[in-house]
């Protein structure tokens, strides 16, 4: 499957979670929750494990990846993979796909 479907999927699949929330303000994922841990998650890309997720590179973060549902620019913004939750823009974790 391509990431391109991948990405397409997981947020069709989220969407009406997130339509729901409307305009209510969104708690922020806890590093430690079960599935942030899983996918080893970080609010802070540069404390990202390399030896355990070896697909991290420096320079990814949140902000740059393709589920990013906020702005390059904001501090936090949605991600289809903790609905209803906000991630870090400067955060990072193994489902990190490229833009574009």
């Known amino acids: 499957m391509s990431t391109t479907r991948r990405v397409f999927l997981m947020t069709v699949a989220t969407g009406a979670a997130g339509l729901s929330l409307g305009a209510q303000a969104q708690a922020m994922v806890g590093e430690k929750e079960p599935q942030a841990a899983a996918l080893g998650y970080v ?29 390059p620019a904001d501090a936090a913004g949605g991600c289809p993979l903790f609905a209803g939750k906000q991630v870090s823009g400067k955060g990072w974790c193994s489902a990190w796909a490229k833009k574009g």
Not at 43 to 71: H, R
Request: glycine share 6%.
């Open 43 to 71: 609010a802070d890309a540069t404390m990202a494990d390399a030896k355990k997720f070896p697909k991290y590179a420096a320079g990814q973060a949140c902000s740059s990846c393709a589920l990013y549902q906020g702005k």
